[in-house]
């Protein structure tokens, strides 16, 4: 047998189309021609209500019988719908085999008003779940600003305040400023018990300060002139022991860091 030509697998599509269109055509005269009206029959209060109710049965959720779901589940096993369209719900399945359009146009009803139920109680959830998560949110932040920060938690924009015995920084020392420095937060680093700046910088030195970060003010090296004492006395806060480590809060106040 020879090959179909271009000219005729063109033509043959050309039939097709138009005859698919004339089917169409055919089962639209067959449709009512007068426009459907829908006439309440309840207040949509009502009909919320009945679909939010609990039932024994599956069918009783689709408002259908129980002759009509079990039609459903044959043709849910039997039916070309079954393959054609696998998540067809049961009330789009049996419109497909009602015998009159008044059957599925209840149908359709059915479905339309399960879509609204649907639809408002998405629609209530959602806003009911903003309310509450902005509630949680709220507190969840109150928790964070009152918690002990510390090395873990701080951040690059964090402004610190580190406070240091005068003397060599040994290793307890050193590891410290370099997990400080490693934030990358601004740091005021205040010596305690310095007589004067040689002994400041010679702690700056032990204990490994950048030069760098000192010439950009990323870190900057203070005589403590009483600030430790006025802190860590400040209100109901414990009195830690040096080195210690705060964390400036955006109201002014001070936060002590766990290290």
Not at 13 to 28: D, K, Q
Not at 68 to 95: D, F, G, I, R
Request: proline share 5%.
């Amino acid at each position: 047998m020879r090959p179909l030509s271009v000219k005729r697998c063109v033509m043959a599509s050309i039939i097709s189309a138009g005859a698919m269109l004339y089917a169409v055509a055919v089962s639209a005269q067959l449709l009512p021609q007068t426009p459907i009206v829908y006439t309440p029959t309840t207040t949509t209060e009502s009909l919320l209500s009945r679909y939010s109710q609990m039932h024994s049965k599956p069918n009783a959720y689709w408002q259908l019988t129980d002759e009509e779901w079990a039609k459903y589940q044959a043709l849910k096993e039997k039916s070309p719908w079954s393959v054609w369209e696998s998540h067809a719900t049961p009330l789009s399945m049996l419109a497909y085999y009602a015998p009159s359009i008044e059957e599925k146009r209840r149908y359709a009803r059915i479905e339309a008003e399960l879509d609204v139920w649907r639809q408002f109680s998405v629609t209530e959830f959602q806003l009911l779940y903003d309310k509450e998560r902005k509630i949680v949110q709220e507190r969840y932040v109150e928790y964070m600003e009152k918690r002990m920060p510390t090395l873990g938690t701080l951040r690059p924009y964090d402004k610190l305040r580190l406070f240091v015995e005068a003397g060599e920084c040994n290793t307890h020392c050193r590891s410290l400023v370099s997990r400080v420095l490693k934030t990358q937060a601004k740091v005021d680093v205040f010596v305690v018990g310095a007589n004067d700046d040689q002994v400041i910088f010679k702690w700056a030195e032990s204990a490994g300060i950048p030069v760098e970060r000192v010439k950009t003010k990323e870190v900057t090296l203070n005589h403590d002139n009483g600030l430790f004492k006025i802190i860590s006395t400040n209100g109901v806060m414990t009195v830690p022991k040096l080195p210690a480590l705060f964390k400036q809060t955006a109201g002014g106040g001070n936060q002590v860091v766990a290290i």
